[in-house]
């Protein structure tokens, strides 16, 4: 059964009204397959998480994706799952989600950022100037294709050697969030360098 989410911060917009059940009483409901138990945790929680989500990876997008996936798992897993305290177990359950999700993307990057630089190394030690004149020019039209905040991440990473600590403390955003603008301008750069990029 596919669970369909729309993941709006609509929950602060409702009215509050006392909780029709105890978080006990959802969580048994949802082990009997109430769709309605359901929908009133995920509207009980969600901008909860979702703040949670936002604040380690500094990304709406990703935050919101990750929220989506945890309550897309939590229906999937209703007749499996051992809920003793609700609030906990979603907070738990997402920061392992969070915790992989900036791990997978870390190695993602590390390994775009290998083939990229190789690459310009490999063009650089050669007689091709030409080639890598033109690469340097496609780089350069690659970084203003960037948002401004991603654009200056990436060149105080890559071309100042500025540590994600340091950078992140410069521009007074998170280590997180210096990773997510990191890997969003290789992936850019990726896109558009595709032609210079050697068959192996």
Not at 11 to 20: D, E, I
Not at 46 to 61: N, P, V
Not at 115 to 128: A, D, G, Y
Request: glycine content about 0%; overall charge neutral.
């Amino acid at each position: 059964m596919t669970i369909t989410l729309q993941p709006q911060i609509q929950a602060t917009l409702k009215v509050q009204m006392k909780p029709t059940f105890t978080d006990e009483q959802l969580v048994v409901q949802l082990s009997e397959s109430n769709k309605r138990a359901f929908e009133e945790i995920y509207d009980r929680y969600w901008y909860k998480l979702y703040c949670i989500s936002f604040h380690q990876t500094g990304s709406k997008e990703e935050a919101e994706e990750l929220v989506h996936d945890l309550f897309e798992s939590l229906w999937k897993r209703r007749l499996e799952s051992k809920i003793t305290h609700l609030s906990s177990y979603l907070v738990i359950a997402l920061k392992y989600l969070v915790v992989n999700h900036i791990k997978s993307q870390i190695t993602w990057r590390k390994y775009q950022e290998y083939v990229l630089l190789n690459k310009m190394h490999e063009i650089s030690t050669t007689e091709e100037n030409i080639e890598f004149n033109d690469l340097s020019e496609a780089i350069d039209k690659a970084m203003k294709k960037l948002p401004e905040k991603t654009s200056r991440v990436f060149q105080l990473s890559r071309f100042e050697n500025q540590s994600v600590k340091n950078i992140a403390k410069e521009l007074h955003i998170s280590e997180k969030a210096v990773e997510y603008h990191i890997t969003k301008s290789l992936k850019v750069l990726k896109d558009n360098l595709w032609i210079y990029q050697t068959d192996n």
